[in-house]
């Protein structure tokens, strides 16, 4: 009588117990709850921020041109509309000769006021850098080891550090760097570190608000990592002497 031939790859396995009818409901409400529960919460979000915007901006709009009076029901998305087109027709006439002459008009009168001038000169300047169209700040995401050797953490590169602050650092390439707390990106700390000590990452800024906010689930996709800057060489002093 012929003996099995073994397989080279081991015993193989034999099928599990079927699953019982209700690890099955459980499965499928899982599944359904992991498609639904993302829809829902980006609706939810996206009707509350369209409100939001409404009820700020539908006060503003006469009568006349407001279509919900003349509908029998609201229509979400009049005050966004209207912010969108009121900002596209404010920019355009600030880039002219006329608003620019406005706007700094309007400047001056802000500036002599004590408190409300140094409050609209700070927004202004953050406004400036984070949509320039030109600007890395905000969109490179980077590792640094801190708060402690052996401990990595997730920043965001802002900007180099320049004028006096770069003056009272050492006189190393320093940046400025954001670092963000998990779940709620919005709060963190500025940390000013050597360059040389930066390692930016091949993550998108989304990819890195995904990341924080999951509290590390959510991964991003894979990318080599590239330095900001490399260290110094050290100086072989031997062969300097040898010349």
């Known amino acids: 009588m012929t003996?099995?031939?073994?397989?080279?790859?081991?015993?193989?396995?034999?099928?599990?117990?079927?699953?019982s009818p209700l690890a099955?409901?459980?499965?499928?409400?899982?599944?359904?709850?992991?498609?639904?529960?993302?829809?829902?919460?980006?609706?939810?979000?996206?009707?509350?921020?369209?409100?939001?915007?409404?009820?700020?901006?539908?006060?503003l709009i006469p009568q006349a041109w407001n279509p919900?009076?003349?509908?029998?029901?609201?229509?979400?998305?009049?005050?966004?509309?209207?912010?969108?087109?009121g900002l596209t027709i404010l920019g355009f006439l600030t880039a002219n000769l006329v608003g620019r002459t406005v706007v700094q008009s309007g400047e001056q009168v802000l500036n002599r006021m004590p408190i409300v001038r140094s409050l609209y000169k700070g927004v202004k300047q953050i406004f400036e850098t984070v949509f320039k169209q030109d600007g890395t700040s905000f969109r490179r995401v980077g590792l640094i080891e801190w708060p402690g050797p052996g401990l990595w953490s997730l920043c965001f590169i802002t900007e180099p550090a320049r004028g006096a602050l770069a003056a009272?650092?050492?006189?190393?390439?320093?940046v400025c760097l954001f670092v963000p707390c998990t779940p709620n990106?919005?709060?963190g700390y500025l940390v000013m570190m050597e360059a040389s000590k930066v390692t930016e990452i091949g993550v998108t800024t989304d990819e890195?608000?995904?990341?924080?906010?999951?509290?590390?689930?959510?991964?991003?996709?894979?990318?080599?990592?590239?330095?900001?800057?490399?260290?110094?060489?050290?100086?072989?002093?031997?062969?300097?002497?040898?010349?």
């Open 3 to 19: 003996q099995p031939v073994p397989s080279p790859l081991g015993p193989i396995p034999q099928p599990g117990p079927a699953p």
């Open 24 to 59: 099955r409901l459980r499965t499928y409400f899982l599944t359904g709850l992991v498609v639904a529960g993302p829809v829902a919460i980006t609706i939810w979000l996206t009707l509350w921020l369209i409100g939001l915007i409404d009820s700020w901006v539908k006060p």
């Open 68 to 85: 919900n009076s003349y509908l029998p029901v609201a229509v979400p998305g009049v005050g966004v509309l209207a912010a969108v087109i």
């Open 168 to 174: 009272g650092l050492p006189s190393s390439e320093h």
């Open 185 to 187: 990106p919005t709060t």
């Open 208 to 243: 890195a608000f995904k990341l924080i906010m999951s509290m590390g689930i959510i991964q991003p996709r894979e990318a080599p990592a590239a330095k900001l800057a490399e260290p110094p060489q050290p100086v072989d002093r031997s062969s300097l002497a040898a010349e």
